[in-house]
């Protein structure tokens, strides 16, 4: 088959297509033919050397993708060849196959195109982790979303939304308007606003119960100011940097706060099954009826998977980008 290979850590530059060994299923496994995927900044992280797979994942590009059963293993039932399928990966997503456990493949709803259903599984279920698992998401709760154009930020918007929640976002000015489309009630500029002081006019003085930040360092003292009583901040990423300064556990401590820090690629294969299939039950059925919808910035071929990741680095995109995989047209869902 062919794939994305990085032929040395470095810039976009280093992605060319080549040919690869096909993998093949275990009895567990199921063989997809790729049809779409989509990049994460997880992907730029790879390919810079900086963020390898977990031990026994493909070296290969690519957390999550859609396509159609090719093979099945020996102790596959559910699914069978030609079933539209997608799911969220360790790695292996920007090839032309990939394989992936039975009890983490999702089927893809009536309607939806390849390319929209590879643009769910990575931010979806990080986001469904991190509002659910991790915060205790409850309706009527105030969310403060970092990075809130982002894939991860439109998925949360949406999943605050859904649950009867209150999301308000910080991005750059120019992607204010589409997060509001989404049902963010408060859109904060964080390149000339102080966020802990919006937050706080926005809300009366409460704070938000629930704060999903990327960035780190730099926010985390604004984001305690930001907190209600209780609250939590789920930490995702450190963009920004991961060492604080001054911190004051006294801050902490007077807003009873909760700081819990997460990632989803190293979890145990229980973790992400189970994950995924609560995800397929509660939250899959929003996006046949129309009440969720995956985000698409930008489609490319993937023959330009180095201008789509140009395009992450440089901060353009709003929602995801999707790669077209060998050469796949558009199809009707």
Request: glycine residues 10%.
């Amino acid at each position: 088959m062919q794939a994305v290979i990085v032929s040395e850590p470095g810039g976009p530059e280093q992605m060319t297509i080549d040919d690869v060994p096909t993998p093949t299923p275990g009895p567990d496994e199921v063989q997809v033919h790729v049809h779409a995927t989509a990049l994460n900044r997880a992907d730029t992280f790879q390919r810079r050397g900086h963020y390898p797979p977990p031990e026994g994942a493909s070296d290969i590009l690519g957390l999550e993708m859609a396509g159609t059963v090719a093979e099945t293993g020996d102790a596959v039932v559910d699914w069978h060849e030609g079933d539209r399928v997608f799911a969220l990966l360790d790695g292996g997503g920007y090839a032309e196959y990939t394989v992936v456990h039975k009890d983490r493949l999702m089927a893809v709803p009536p309607g939806m195109s390849m390319q929209e259903a590879a643009a769910v599984p990575e931010v979806f279920l990080t986001a469904y982790q991190a509002l659910h698992w991790l915060g205790g998401l409850q309706s009527g709760h105030r969310v403060l979303i970092h990075a809130g154009a982002s894939g991860v930020g439109t998925a949360a918007i949406q999943l605050t939304r859904h649950a009867g929640g209150h999301p308000y976002i910080t991005a750059s000015a120019s992607k204010h308007d589409r997060c509001r489309l989404l049902g963010a009630e408060a859109t904060i500029d964080y390149e000339t606003e102080d966020f802990a002081a919006r937050i706080m006019e926005e809300t009366d003085g409460a704070g938000v119960n629930i704060l999903l930040d990327f960035i780190g360092a730099p926010y985390f003292h604004k984001n305690v100011e930001s907190l209600a009583l209780d609250g939590r901040i789920i930490q995702l990423a450190t963009l920004g940097g991961s060492t604080v300064e001054a911190v004051s556990l006294r801050d902490l401590m007077a807003k009873r706060a909760q700081l819990l820090a997460t990632t989803l690629r190293s979890r145990s294969l229980a973790y992400k099954v189970q994950l995924t299939q609560e995800f397929a039950a509660d939250i899959l059925p929003a996006f046949v009826d129309g009440a969720l919808r995956p985000v698409i910035d930008s489609t490319y071929d993937w023959t330009e998977v180095g201008a789509a990741h140009q395009r992450m680095e440089n901060n353009e995109n709003a929602g995801k980008i999707v790669l077209r995989v060998g050469g796949a047209a558009e199809e009707a869902p």
